[in-house]
């Protein structure tokens, strides 16, 4: 009963207040609301990529990334990616399946969980797998009939530090 109603509270607290960078609506320097998006939706964070590693055999591989920026957007069932490719806006929609937080393992091999969701998208053929925190987001994609996995890390925009970061 206890983790019912904590889960709620969690569920709620997210539709009502986002992880990072407060209300897009409320703050007018924040960045714009991309067209088109409904008024439901409540700003998480921007974001900067960071790395891109294809994991294949075993061994990891960095994948040469140009700069790509996101902003995550949320209703508390779905979360909206956006970026802008080649001058053009896009957004993937994923399906929120886990908002009571994310699993982190501390050096000592602890588990620890912070606030974070987690989603899922399967359009397209493709497995997506999303992990949000205030801080950063690890993206894992999951091509169809493949022995290959790709995981894209990128961090929030205002904490700088994070970006010097090594994965």
């Keep these: 009963m206890t983790s019912t109603v904590y889960s709620c509270v969690i569920f709620f607290g997210l539709l009502l207040q986002p992880l990072h960078g407060g209300d897009a609506l409320a703050d007018p320097e924040s960045e714009a ?3 088109g998006l409904p008024l439901a939706f409540r700003h998480i964070g921007n974001y ?3 790395s891109k590693f294809r994991v294949e055999r075993g061994e990891g591989t960095p994948v040469v990334i140009s700069p790509l920026y996101y902003q995550v957007f949320t209703d508390g069932i779905d979360l909206r990616l956006y970026y802008s490719v080649s001058g053009e806006d896009h957004f993937t929609t994923y399906q929120i399946y886990r908002s ?3 699993g982190v393992t501390r050096k000592s091999g602890e588990i ?7 989603a899922l998208n399967t359009s397209g053929e493709m497995i997506r797998q999303i992990s949000i925190t205030r801080n ?3 993206m894992v994609k999951i091509p169809p009939r493949s022995h290959r996995v790709i995981i894209t890390r990128a961090f929030a925009m205002s904490n700088v530090d994070a ?3 090594k994965p």
């Design 100 to 102: 009571d937080g994310i």
């Design 33 to 35: 609301r991309p067209e």
């Design 48 to 50: 900067q990529l960071n």
């Design 112 to 118: 620890d969980l912070i606030a974070g969701v987690q």
């Design 163 to 165: 970006l010097t970061d």
């Design 136 to 138: 950063s987001f690890t």
